[in-house]
């Protein structure tokens, strides 16, 4: 690769840099707000005919009505031989809220004081609009990638929906994956999270006047509430957190990160009704280290112990429903962790990439909070975090990012994928893709 024709698109990045602004200002003119969802089209309209532009292959396929994923690849030259790269990130942004409460219009970009305003600035149209501009210069200046490089541009993600899920269904693959979400320019990895149902169903509905006779010496009917003893089920959990919370760690991670909340309780017909069936919804976060099966099949072992305790509960066990492809439609989402190998060769090759830029190592750990980066780590997929914005401006009122930042992803990953797409594999990898 031409070090000095990187070096000369990445001093277009900065002279250019009005036209990075006028695609983010596009895209967060476009109010893909998520819930209430089902309001992307248009703007993954915009994004597949940004990446037709730069010479993809492109596909625009609904996953809900309304919510399409764009999927494209721009094919390497010498692809079988070649390193191919998949760049990821999500359309919909979170909840605006009162808007009354802004300094401007939150679909509206402002730039000011060295910061871009507006909704997705940081999570995570910043960027989606960098990611697209790298590619445009580099596919202006006809740099020749010799492996693949693939775009996913996806949805749901703030509503925990199978954007990117659905894609991985399909069989996408690469030999490394950048998921442009928040990280501040660091290069992370991530714990996962996992919604579940636990429910109690008594087989019998008694009315409110049976209560007596049911916790009564003598009242001869074996029934209980279900709301009652899903009580006992929570302390159940408390204490599987506690347990947790000394006999599991991960670097990265402050001790106790792991947790168990009882988020929303459902139980009871009426008040004249003895509680016949009570549903529990939990969210849990594991390291990284773990996966969302494990961790679902450890929580229903403990609660059927706890269970097997009580008489009632011994007959009448809970049951369990795990996760979900969607808050919005199933009430129930899955993340799964990403542990991050700095040993990688994508990791060095990225690294080096921002330090050519910034000329400082980049800041290497755990995110906080979670993506979709998961879901191609789970398929096979090396993969990192690593985008412009903070989080804690991502979903905030007046939410920015630094332009500076913005600017500086632009000229690393113009560095990053001419270097990357243009590595030869190794013959193992050759012999696997054969």
């Given at each position: 690769m031409n070090d000095s024709l990187i070096t000369q698109l990445q001093k277009q990045a900065e002279e250019r840099r009005e036209e990075l602004f006028a695609l983010l200002g596009e895209l967060v003119a476009f109010p893909t707000v998520s819930p209430p969802a089902r309001n992307t089209m248009q703007a993954q309209q915009f994004?597949?005919?940004?990446?037709?532009?730069?010479?993809?292959?492109?596909?625009?396929?609904?996953?809900?009505?309304?919510d399409p994923n764009v999927t494209a690849v721009k094919r390497g030259t010498e692809r079988d031989a070649y390193r191919s790269l998949l760049l990821n990130g999500h359309m919909d942004v979170a909840e605006v809220g009162d808007s009354r409460e802004w300094q401007a219009d939150p679909f509206r970009l402002t730039l000011s004081d060295g910061r871009a305003y507006g909704r997705g600035t940081a999570d995570m149209k910043g960027g989606l609009a960098a990611l697209l501009f790298a590619v445009k210069l580099l596919s202006e200046?006809?740099?020749?990638?010799?492996?693949?490089?693939?775009?996913?541009?996806?949805?749901?993600?703030?509503?925990?929906?199978?954007?990117?899920?659905?894609?991985?269904?399909r069989g996408h693959t690469a030999d490394f994956a950048v998921v442009a979400d928040t990280s501040a320019l660091a290069i992370q990895g991530q714990g996962g999270v996992l919604t579940g149902w636990v429910t109690v169903q008594s087989p019998v509905t008694y009315h409110d006047g049976m209560r007596s006779r049911m916790i009564h010496a003598g009242g001869g009917v074996e029934g209980?509430?279900?709301i009652e003893k899903m009580v006992k089920?929570?302390?159940?959990?408390?204490?599987?957190?506690?347990?947790?919370?000394v006999s599991k760690s991960y670097p990265g991670f402050p001790a106790g990160s792991n947790t168990i909340n009882p988020a929303v309780i459902e139980g009871g017909r009426h008040a004249a009704f003895i509680a016949d069936r009570c549903?529990?919804?939990?969210?849990?976060?594991?390291?990284?280290?773990?996966?969302?099966?494990?961790?679902?099949?450890?929580?229903?072992?403990?609660?059927?112990?706890?269970?097997?305790?009580?008489?009632?509960?011994?007959?009448?066990?809970?049951?369990?429903?795990?996760?979900?492809?969607?808050?919005?439609?199933?009430?129930?989402?899955?993340?799964?962790?990403?542990e991050l190998d700095r040993e990688s060769e994508g990791f060095k090759a990225l690294s080096a990439s921002h330090r050519q830029v910034r000329g400082i190592e980049p800041e290497a750990g755990m995110s906080p909070t979670v993506t979709d980066a998961g879901w191609l780590g789970r398929a096979g997929i090396p993969t990192v975090i690593y985008g412009p914005g903070e989080l804690a401006h991502a979903h905030a009122v007046n939410e920015s990012t630094d332009i500076r930042e913005l600017l500086?992803?632009?000229?690393?990953?113009?560095?990053?994928?001419?270097?990357?797409?243009?590595?030869?594999?190794?013959?193992?990898e050759r012999n696997r893709n054969n």
């Open positions: 994004i597949e005919r940004q990446l037709q532009g730069c010479g993809f292959e492109t596909e625009l396929w609904e996953v809900y009505p309304g200046a006809g740099v020749e990638l010799k492996g693949d490089l693939l775009f996913h541009s996806v949805i749901g993600e703030e509503a925990g929906e199978a954007g990117t899920r659905a894609c991985m269904e209980a509430s279900a089920l929570i302390a159940g959990l408390q204490e599987l957190e506690r347990h947790w919370a549903s529990l919804w939990i969210t849990v976060h594991f390291y990284p280290n773990e996966d969302y099966e494990s961790v679902a099949a450890e929580i229903e072992e403990h609660l059927l112990r706890v269970a097997a305790g009580d008489p009632w509960l011994r007959n009448h066990p809970p049951v369990f429903r795990w996760g979900g492809r969607s808050m919005i439609e199933e009430r129930g989402e899955i993340f799964p962790s990403l500086d992803y632009v000229q690393i990953m113009i560095a990053f994928i001419a270097d990357w797409c243009n590595r030869p594999k190794d013959h193992a």
